[in-house]
């Protein structure tokens, strides 16, 4: 997941993308099929990203399992 992240991060900054927030807080694995799993995820990596950056998160990155 971590090697995902970084590959996105350079693809975006690569097309013009301003990225302040090098190394990501990484979430989970969680599992999606209980609603309040992904919730807290979710409450979680915002919190994370706002104290990394000291304002809102613009963007947080969600991989869902393979079917």
Not at 20 to 28: A, E, F, S, V, Y
């Amino acid at each position: 997941m971590k090697r995902y992240v970084i590959y996105l991060m350079q693809t975006l900054e690569k097309h013009g993308v301003k990225i302040d927030n090098k190394q990501p807080t990484l979430i989970g694995p969680v599992d999606p099929t209980k609603e309040q799993n992904v919730k807290s995820a979710l409450q979680t990596a915002a919190r994370a990203a706002f104290q990394a950056g000291q304002c809102a998160p613009q963007l947080i990155f969600i991989i869902l399992p393979g079917r």
